[in-house]
């Protein structure tokens, strides 16, 4: 029996292979965004959902009730003052609305210089359940569990804000003054449709 239709392994070259691997690459770098492709009413009341956590449903259903008409312009109000807290912070953060409303609510943290210890170990100090991948020297994708959100008979999964605030308090800030954040990148998938 020949061998010859098995190659032995080793330094074989193939350009579909290289080419294949960079996309593999640049598709694994690439911060998913869906939620940017729901509708505007769909959004609106996916953030409204994650900013007003702290609103019961009864509180909810007064507030409706009592504001009628006004109600749309409160919303976009309270919306906005929500979102304001992550532009107020050290570092830039971009797509903070879209992380709220994801239901696999992702962020890239790109660091100035890369860190002896990984960022994975000092954010599980912080909650076990978090999951964090490098992507490379600098840059580490995180993921934060969602929350789940219920309001009636709707059910949504969105980005958890208290455990987004804490990462930020506990790890995020004091890594900034010590080695410095270039940015996070904040963004998520849409698994549960």
Do not use: C
């Not at 979102?83 to 830039?92: E, S, V």
């Not at 995180?142 to 789940?148: F, G, S, T």
């Amino acid at each position: 029996m020949s061998s010859e239709p098995f190659r032995s392994p080793g330094g074989g070259h193939s350009p579909t292979m290289e080419r294949l691997a960079e996309e593999g690459e640049s598709r694994r770098r690439e911060l998913p965004r869906e939620a940017a492709n729901l509708s505007d009413d769909e959004r609106t009341s996916r953030l409204e959902h994650a900013v007003f956590a702290w609103v019961g449903t009864f509180l909810w259903l007064g507030y409706t009730i009592w504001l009628g008409s006004k109600r749309e312009k409160e919303r976009k109000r309270k919306v906005s003052e929500g979102l304001q807290w992550a532009t107020q912070l050290p570092f830039l953060v971009e797509g903070y609305d879209l992380w709220l409303i994801s239901e696999e609510p992702l962020l890239d943290v790109t660091l100035q210089t890369p860190l002896a210890t990984p960022l994975a170990s000092a954010l599980h100090a912080v909650n076990p359940a978090i999951e964090a991948e490098p992507l490379d020297d600098t840059t580490t994708r995180v993921l934060l569990p969602p929350r789940k959100a219920e309001q009636g008979e709707t059910t949504l999964w969105i980005g958890d804000e208290e455990a987004f605030r804490a990462v930020v308090t506990k790890v995020l800030e004091p890594l900034h003054q010590e080695i410095g954040i270039v940015r996070v990148t904040v963004g998520g998938r849409m698994h549960r449709r």
